[in-house]
């Protein structure tokens, strides 16, 4: 985690996880999601310690996640997404490393409401579909779609990323930020891993129509992202959607962003190179003039 981030929340007050659970689980919730780039968000952290707690466990406020997105073999839960159906599926299994604890999680959004299913499994277990997986994610699907037979999904998409957890001190509304963020398409064999450095995503998980993060971002000239899904994102990224035009504009923004690392990566190998050269230069003078 960099430093400056690190430093920063230290100015944050700390929650536990017994206070997230018991009064911010928010399994049925409003999703915004925001893309910035590091020192954005670094410039957005100063003013969030106003109106949020941070979670802290065993003295860590930055915790590492691993999740395998399910879907069917012709990637249905992606292409629902993309035809930008308002009754849409994401199925997962999530392995918290930090405490080694892992669930099993079944996500349904109807329109702007997004509701929430999951159950704990052993976390040897990650990663691929069980008997125990498959009955409830059968029984949910069934709940959902009106007794309509579930189809068969398997992994499909790999995703680690560093997360910190924030709760706003009213307890309406919970936070997500999601940095150092990778993907691997689970179905390609030797598949090459994608990094989105410099990418950060915010997520805001409320009830509220005048969320805190939504205010905060607003003042900062930040707007939300349109069709943001980490499952989706990387299913187009893997080069697996025959589709992708839902999610343009926010490929567009995270271009962007890592266009921005590149640039910063050339100047300061630009810089070192001159750094370098001006040295030589100088050690040469010398050596000439002690010659002389």
Sequence with gaps: ????????????????????????SFLKRIDRKFLLNSKQFSTILDELKDNFNVLEIDGKKVFNY???????????????HQNKLESRTKVRTRYYVDSNIAF??????????????????????????TRGKKRFFDWVWQSVYGGEKAPDIS??????????????????????????????????????????????????KSLKEDCDICNIMKKNKIEKA?????YSLWVVYSGLAEKFDTFKETMEKIKEIRMETIKNTNRITSLKSVTKNSRTTQKTTITKKVIA
Excluded at 226 to 230: F, V
């Design 104 to 129: 099993f999680e079944y996500k349904q959004k109807n329109a702007w409401v997004t509701n929430k299913y999951r159950y704990e499994f052993p976390s040897s277990e990650h990663g691929f579909m």
């Design 66 to 80: 691993d999740n395998v997105y399910m879907d069917t073999a012709d990637y249905l839960f992606y292409n629902q």
């Design 1 to 24: 985690m960099p430093v400056k981030y690190s430093t920063k929340l230290k100015n944050f007050k700390s929650i536990t996880l017994n206070q997230l659970n018991a009064t911010a």
């Design 226 to 230: 349109s069709s943001c899904s980490k």
């Design 155 to 204: 992994p499909a998409i790999k995703t680690t990323y560093r997360r910190i957890t924030m709760v706003s001190k009213s307890w309406d509304e919970r936070l997500t930020i999601d940095f150092d963020i990778k993907a691997t398409d689970l179905r390609k064999k030797y598949a090459e891993t994608i990094d989105l450095k410099n990418l950060v995503i915010v997520e805001s």
